[in-house]
């Protein structure tokens, strides 16, 4: 007998619960936001708003449907099943957030906070819950490009907005960068990192690299497959050059980095704690990802 679809719904502690566990009390926590200016009683509210969101898509879920919640500190330690249907409550960041543990499961944005999130990602109000579960594995989607990094001991990364590797704490790293084209040019490197994104990624930290590189290079759109790359603050020197800094990625191409420092990391959208390191020695190469995210629109 096959099982019933599941719904998972993602949530994120919000500002409100995280000041309360800190500070211990609604009272100690509203005299430290008032010591900085701010009032509690808003925070509290967008915490009671997401509270109510969370309510209203739960109920929505059809009784003969299974049910589980995840808070994003829970997300790799969470394991969906084929038969999921993810529904992601809160921040557009949030989707990106569980992109990386998904393989193609239908995914649900539903805005918490309209007017404060910019909805790109999270697309739908509470309300529109039913209807989207109901469609969920043949409604129309967006299939968003994904890109991944996999190093030569098989350490692998998907993210979907954008690829940093460099330094922990985006010092200069030393490193040797390659390209698959050019025939397979290779450039010593002394930087603050590399950063590999999508069309997704394009409307945050890839879009203020790009500005601040006179947005020469095409943005690509969330779904095309192609990926842009820059090589951040590149210092030339007798050894290392800036020829290699920029460029585009498509759905075959590769870019390899080879380590020259002690210890390198590469993180994906922004979630350094789950960062992939690397050591003297090691190459990863990224590009374009075989999965991509199923966005029900």
């Known amino acids: 007998m096959s099982l019933a679809p599941r719904v998972v719904l993602v949530h994120r502690t919000t500002e409100y619960e995280e000041l309360v566990a800190r500070h211990g009390t609604h009272g100690q926590a509203a005299v430290f936001l008032t010591s900085r ?32 919640r995840v808070e994003r500190g829970d997300l790799d330690r969470f394991l969906f099943g084929p038969e999921d249907v993810v529904v992601v409550v809160g921040q557009d960041g949030l989707v990106a957030n569980v992109a990386k543990y998904l393989s193609g499961q239908p995914v649900i944005g539903i805005d918490t906070d309209p007017g404060r999130n910019p909805g790109v990602l999270v697309r739908h109000r509470p309300r529109d819950t039913g209807a989207l579960l109901a469609s969920a594995h043949g409604g129309p989607a967006d299939e968003l490009t994904m890109v991944e990094a996999v190093a030569d001991d098989t350490q692998r990364l998907l993210a979907l907005n954008e690829i940093y590797l460099g330094a922990a704490g985006h010092q200069t790293a ?16 002394a930087s603050s990192g590399v950063l590999v994104g999508t069309g997704t ?45 920029a460029g585009e990625l498509g759905g075959a191409g590769r870019l390899s980095l080879t380590v020259e420092s002690d210890r390198l990391i590469a993180f994906g959208d922004g979630m350094e704690g789950d960062a992939v390191e690397l050591v003297w020695g090691q190459t990863v190469r990224v590009g374009v990802a075989g999965v991509r995210l199923r966005l029900l629109t």
């Open 201 to 245: 990624g394009a409307s945050g930290w890839l879009r203020s690299v790009w500005q601040g590189r006179g947005g020469e290079l095409p943005l690509p759109r969330p779904t095309d497959e192609r990926l842009i790359w820059f090589v951040r603050e590149a210092w030339p020197s007798p050894v290392t050059g800036t020829s290699l800094v």
């Open 37 to 68: 200016g701010r009032d509690i009683e808003e925070v509290a509210e967008r915490s009671r708003r997401n509270r109510r969101a969370l309510a209203e898509v739960a109920s929505a879920v059809p009784l003969t449907w299974r049910q589980a």
């Open 174 to 189: 030393r490193y040797r960068l390659g390209l698959d084209e050019y025939g397979g040019a290779v450039e010593p490197k």
